[in-house]
């Protein structure tokens, strides 16, 4: 008896390569699966403007990158004693313009570099409504009276026709550059049960379109995996619409599986032992038993530079 209904993936077409740099831009689940990319030490780069949801916050923020765009104090605004960006999440807020300002232009110089450099860019839509303050879209409404804003629901020509300019702009800026596209299956039941289904059909036939007009993109099915194959509130958080610890890692498996090539998989492989090691806590610091679990980590280690000397340490 199946109690689950598991599909075949498909290899990408284009296999990732750990020597590759990468740029994950989107929603919460960026932030997951680029956790998880920072701790086995790939050249990856997460959310330079913070989460962001909607797929035109997300398209402006890249258009941010490729011009390598200088904030300035006209550009951000004070609202309960804390500077902020309508285009920022909001841990950007500061009390100092200068330091808000410091922040945000940091973090899209470093962006610029990631992404000119970059083989891969993974984008991660998390919902088709969007909020607008005197027309225009935000990426964030940062608590700011409801009044101020209007909430729309996109339409799946609004974003192809967005990102079809902007697909033509980040092959001039980087001919290399390969996008993967996602839908994050964080469920928003604050716009509705009925309501998050539209929402996530309109992400879902506006990726497909992409993907079917542009050579160098492709889909990995992240919402599929948690919505159709893992589809029991056990592989989710206590709040029921965020994935659980145990469905991330799924999914990531899933990830390694079809989207990295053979070195790539053979280096996580080797890593997420000494990973593992690294994080234990010591407890017995100074005995001789955890004097000599330093002393083999530390060979372990070593024998892995030599093995990837390409791989950051």
Same mark, same amino acid.
């Given at each position: *008896? ?8 498909? $290899? ?9 740099? *990468?740029? @994950? ?10 956790? $998880? ?6 050249? !990856? @780069? ?38 902020? !960006? ?14 808000? @300002? ?48 209007? %909430? ?24 290399? @550059?390969?996008? *993967? ?15 998050? &289904? ?41 709040? +029921? ?24 998989? &053979? ?7 000494? *990973? ?18 330093? $002393?083999? +980590? ?8 030599? %093995? ?6």
């Amino acid at each position: *008896m199946d109690f689950i209904l598991p599909f075949l993936l498909k $290899k990408l077409p284009q296999q990732v390569n750990i020597q590759q740099g *990468m740029l @994950l831009v989107g929603s919460c689940f960026a932030e997951e699966i680029g956790a $998880k990319l920072s701790e086995r030490k790939f050249n !990856s @780069l997460v959310n330079p403007h913070g989460i962001m949801y909607n797929p035109i916050s997300i398209c402006r923020a890249i258009s941010n990158y490729i011009t390598n765009k200088n904030y300035t104090q006209a550009d951000i605004f004070l609202h309960d004693e804390l500077w902020r !960006s309508f285009n920022h999440h909001g841990k950007f807020a500061d009390v100092s313009a200068d330091t808000c @300002l410091e922040n945000i232009n940091h973090n899209i110089n470093e962006a610029h570099k990631q992404l000119k450099n970059a083989k891969w860019l993974v984008l991660t839509f998390g919902s088709a409504f969007a909020y607008t303050n005197n027309g225009v879209v935000v990426a964030n409404c940062h608590k700011l009276p409801a009044a101020q804003f209007k %909430k729309v629901l996109l339409t799946k020509e609004q974003i192809v026709d967005a990102w079809q300019k902007q697909l033509i702009a980040l092959k001039e800026f980087n001919p290399q @550059l390969q996008i *993967m596209l996602t839908v994050s299956p964080v469920r928003y039941v604050r716009d509705g049960v009925i309501e998050n &289904n539209r929402s996530k059909g309109i992400l879902l036939d506006a990726v497909h379109t992409l993907i079917e007009k542009n050579t160098n993109c492709f889909y990995f099915p992240a919402y599929e995996i948690v919505i159709d194959e893992l589809r029991d509130y056990r592989f989710f958080k206590e709040d +029921l619409v965020h994935p659980s610890h145990l469905a991330i890692n799924y999914v990531w498996q899933k990830f390694v599986d079809t989207a990295y090539d053979d070195e790539t998989k &053979n280096f996580i492989a080797d890593y997420e032992p000494i *990973m593992r090691s690294l994080q234990h806590r010591d407890l017995q610091q100074g005995t001789s038993a955890s004097l000599k679990f330093k $002393k083999t +980590l530390e060979e372990r280690q070593g024998a892995l530079k030599k %093995k990837y000397p390409f791989v950051d340490f």
